[in-house]
């Protein structure tokens, strides 16, 4: 292994912050006095500078606090990227709560779930989504008070709601540590409901040091990206910014239409996508709008190999791959002058990195194995899932994180992805849990069995499709699936591929054996819902 692999304060990180200074607030205040009224952060047409953002915060914690928040609270946030998501952000992070924020497709069992396990007394969230608590019973969680972002809309709210009260009076920010949690973010089960991810400050800061690194972030770049604030990948632009002195723009959502407009209005020059995205925009008829913009580079986890070069001919957008979880960081990844397309990149310095058999003995360059990672920095990894220490042990074995994806070690050093070992399905950017799909159809009273499983899509992604076992004499058809689940599971997680089947495959002792259905994939009986011409709302 190269030397600079082995360092044990990668990127000479402490140039930025020392160890004790790696929490949200310090850094805050530290980068108000170094860059004061550069733009920090954009989300929709409301900006603030760095020398605003401590103000932002402390008085955001004001409000948390006059409701009773204190340090560890948690706070859940359903909201789209809107001014009042860096708000409620800051606030919690200044106060030393901890954020949940959700995932705005969430509905029944796993927004329960979620609100349940998280212990969130409070939440904030947009009006327009309020249609996600319809199947949530809020009488049976530790929730007390919601606070309803555009409250003057009419939306119907639950008894507990009130508009979201104005900013308070500026606080002290808390004592807090970086390796205190700042977020908990759920991602999607494999053989269970979804796990919440503990996420300290100095995972964010490690982070945002080690993409800005790789992408080459200085303070004069404008970061723009279109994906959602709930997610890692865009708090992550957050740090990249706050650390670098550069600026974050966060747009409302994808759209291919007008991405490369956006990125020219914004004169962005740096831009993130993920795997589905580069092959959605490449599948539009040129226009000259893919040339017109500043952007020289996007971070594009996920994309094909052979879609790169097109891309950057089309574009003059340059891809960069790499390898990161929201339990782990940005681990593998390369420059993009030593960018391999078709692998992730080399292993990044401050990790350690083993490809393993079923017992963690580690497997020669060439072979499949599980990944398996370490951090050499403290808290530059997850602490675990929150309310499960069972999952964190299993996760966390012999000290090490196992990811649940397969992979190759090149000879040179290279890694290259295969698949996942983890039953779980990654659709248009989003991890959807097999087990709350399944949950979702056997809730169904017409529906006796199911499997749900990925197929791969046109997209070069994974596609969800569901096997299922009728109640004797049931008539059910496959557009009252589809108009069942729409309301009980995010949009993105409905099965695109419905199939009847008499048996599902199963083992002597009655487990369903998931990758004989896998293997066989699409056949001639199975249903497409968009050849079918049956959309999905957003709700």
């Known amino acids: 292994m190269d030397a600079a692999m082995t360092t044990r304060e990668p990127l000479d990180a402490g140039r930025f912050f020392a160890p004790d200074d790696r929490s949200v607030a310090v850094m805050l205040q530290a980068q108000a006095r170094k860059f004061g009224a550069k733009p920090l952060v954009q989300a929709g047409e409301t900006s603030w500078s760095f020398a605003e953002a401590p103000e932002l915060a402390a008085r955001s914690a004001g409000r948390l606090r006059a409701a009773g928040v204190g340090q560890g609270d948690r706070v859940a946030l359903i909201c789209e990227n809107r001014p009042e998501f860096i708000e409620i952000f800051l606030g919690a992070a200044w106060l030393g709560a901890i954020l949940v924020p959700i995932n705005t497709a969430s509905r029944g069992l796993q927004l329960r779930h979620i609100l349940e396990n998280s212990g969130a007394r409070l939440m904030v969230i947009e009006a327009a989504l309020l249609g996600a608590l319809e199947h949530v019973d809020l009488a049976t969680l530790p929730l007390e008070t919601i606070w309803v972002i555009d409250s003057t809309t009419g939306a119907k709210a639950p008894p507990i709601a009130r508009p979201l009260p104005a900013l308070g009076e500026a606080v002290p920010a808390a004592s807090v540590r970086p390796s205190d949690t700042l977020a908990i973010l759920y991602t999607s089960g494999t053989t269970g409901p979804s796990k919440g991810v503990c996420c300290p400050h100095a995972q964010f800061f490690w982070w945002g040091v080690n993409t800005a690194h790789l992408l080459g972030v200085s303070g004069d770049d404008i970061l723009c990206t279109t994906l959602p604030l709930f997610h890692t990948n865009a708090l992550n632009t957050f740090f990249q910014a706050l650390i670098t002195g550069a600026t974050a723009i966060f747009e409302s959502r994808f759209s ?83 960018c391999k397309p078709g692998t992730m990149g080399r292993l990044f310095e401050g990790f350690s990195a083993r490809v393993v058999d079923d017992e963690d003995n580690e497997v020669p360059d060439g072979t499949p194995g599980e990944l398996i990672l370490r951090a050499d920095a403290p808290f530059a990894f997850a602490t675990g899932y929150f309310g499960t220490p069972e999952k964190t042990v299993e996760a966390w074995r012999n000290l090490w994180f196992h990811s649940g994806d397969r992979v190759i070690r090149e000879p040179d050093g290279y890694y290259k992805f295969v698949d996942r070992l983890k039953d779980a399905i990654r659709r248009r950017g989003e991890n959807v849990s097999s087990f709350e799909v399944e949950q979702v159809l056997l809730s169904h009273p017409e529906i006796a069995t199911a499997a749900a499983y990925p197929v791969r899509s046109e997209l070069a992604e994974d596609e969800v499709m569901a096997a299922i076992v009728r109640q004797p004499g049931s008539a059910l058809d496959e557009v009252s699936i589809i108009r069942f689940c729409e309301m009980r599971m995010p949009y993105f997680a409905v099965p695109r591929f419905l199939e009847f089947v008499d048996v599902l495959p199963a083992t002597e002792n009655g487990k369903i054996q998931k990758y004989k259905l896998r293997e066989r994939g699409i056949t001639g009986q199975t249903w497409d819902r968009e050849a079918a011409g049956i959309t999905v709302k957003r709700r």
């Open 256 to 338: 291919a239409s007008a991405f490369f407009t956006t990125l020219a209005a914004r004169r962005s020059t740096v831009t993130y996508l993920l795997g589905a995205m580069v092959p959605i925009l490449l599948s539009r008829e040129a226009e000259p709008a893919e040339q017109q913009h500043r952007t020289r580079i996007a971070l594009a986890p996920g994309v094909p190999g052979h879609f790169h070069a097109d891309f950057t001919r089309r574009t003059g957008i340059a891809l960069l791959d790499g390898y990161g979880s929201t339990e782990t960081n940005f681990v593998i990844g390369s420059p993009i002058a030593k």
